[in-house]
């Protein structure tokens, strides 16, 4: 068998890999699911190229490498590009006749992908492990077809020796490749992620705070900004430490999130100071979402460790306005939280930013 035909494959598959890799952990302007479509046709067509280009052992039995798009697939767990790349790898081996030959190759296939599916779901922790028990498990299957169409004899043997030898090689340069493309993916995350969220309570920080609302002047639409504090909160460090300080914050930062629309903009800005960025509310709609937040901090329990669980209360102050200046909506959002604190806190003060501007000019 030309041993250089598997190589040239080997190099073939191992090029497809890291495209398929790049379009994976890319966002372009695809959903979820069509980037998920896009991906298992071109594992699928990866696969039939390495099809048409196997290795003849002889008129009724080829050997090629069209499992590996599908090991890169099942270790990301992308089961629907893995569905996908299967159906059209396994199908279109009938392109060289509807033979027994053809139908191992056919369930030999999903057997491999069906086999992979498990794997990665008991090994999705142990990267380089489960990566390269894919390849086994995928040659291990081959094997078995390959005994099947050619029956045990030495062509057999050299030919399942060749077969392991390249597959296990490009298995470990592969393995190699996906790990570091899926870590460096993770690594990216990580650093975007401390770079835009509070670490405390996972909102979002000053830095995309200023980000969004930067542009406040220029938005043609109704805008909001809130601003919230915990009433008392240095008595809840003192009285229970800081640590039960955090919880009381993680949990506060929970409500807020569970009380507003996905596309808000809830950030934590200081210790106990929360900012919140409301599109397309009236005056009157967005007061009473503050007063629901209030009212949900002021009947929630606060779960402490080592003491017993307390209650607190937030004020709230609000500066609705149009195409306002955004260092004008956080002193009138600022304002509007003072008087509410001084006037007896867990209150919420709506200041119309917009009509002070007519009423100036």
């Not at 490498?65 to 081996?93: D, E, N």
């Amino acid at each position: 068998m030309p041993i250089i035909s598997l190589f040239v494959n080997a190099c073939v598959a191992f090029t497809g890999f890291y495209l398929i890799s790049k379009v994976f952990h890319s966002q372009l302007f695809f959903s979820s699911r069509s980037r998920g479509v896009l991906i298992g046709m071109l594992a699928g067509m990866l696969g039939l190229f390495l099809m048409f280009n196997g290795v003849e052992v002889n008129e009724d039995v080829r050997v090629d490498l069209r499992h590996l798009p599908l090991v890169l697939l099942a270790f990301y767990g992308a089961r629907l590009p893995l569905f996908i790349a299967t159906g059209f790898i396994a199908s279109t081996r009938f392109l060289f006749g509807f033979t027994d030959q053809a139908v191992v190759a056919f369930i030999a296939t999903w057997f491999v992908s069906l086999g992979m599916i498990w794997i990665h779901r008991r090994l999705s922790e142990r990267l380089f492990f489960q990566s390269m028990l894919l390849n086994v498990w995928a040659l291990f299957v081959i094997s078995i077809a390959v005994l099947i169409n050619l029956g045990w004899s030495m062509s057999y043997i050299t030919l399942i020796a060749t077969i392991w030898t390249v597959g296990l090689l490009v298995g470990l340069l592969s393995s190699v490749l996906t790990i570091d493309l899926d870590q460096a993916k993770r690594r990216a995350k990580d650093y975007k992620q401390s770079a835009e969220r509070d670490p405390l309570t996972g909102l979002f920080n000053r830095r995309v705070w200023d980000r969004y609302t930067s542009e406040l002047e220029n938005e043609n639409r109704p805008s909001n900004v809130l601003a919230l504090d915990i009433d008392h909160f240095k008595r809840v460090n003192d009285t229970y430490g800081h640590a039960n300080g955090d919880l009381v914050l993680q949990r506060f930062a929970e409500l807020l999130l569970a009380e507003t629309r996905l596309h808000d903009v809830v950030a934590r800005v200081g210790g106990e100071e929360f900012v919140i960025l409301m599109y397309d509310l009236t005056p009157e709609k967005v007061e009473k979402v503050a007063e629901r937040i209030r009212k949900r901090i002021e009947d929630e329990v606060f779960v402490l460790k080592d003491f017993p669980p307390i209650h607190i209360t937030a004020s709230i102050g609000i500066a609705h306005g149009k195409s306002e200046p955004v260092q004008k909506m956080t002193e009138a959002a600022d304002n509007a939280l003072y008087q509410a604190k001084r006037s007896g806190r867990n209150q919420v003060i709506l200041t119309n930013v917009s009509e002070l501007s007519l009423v100036t000019n």
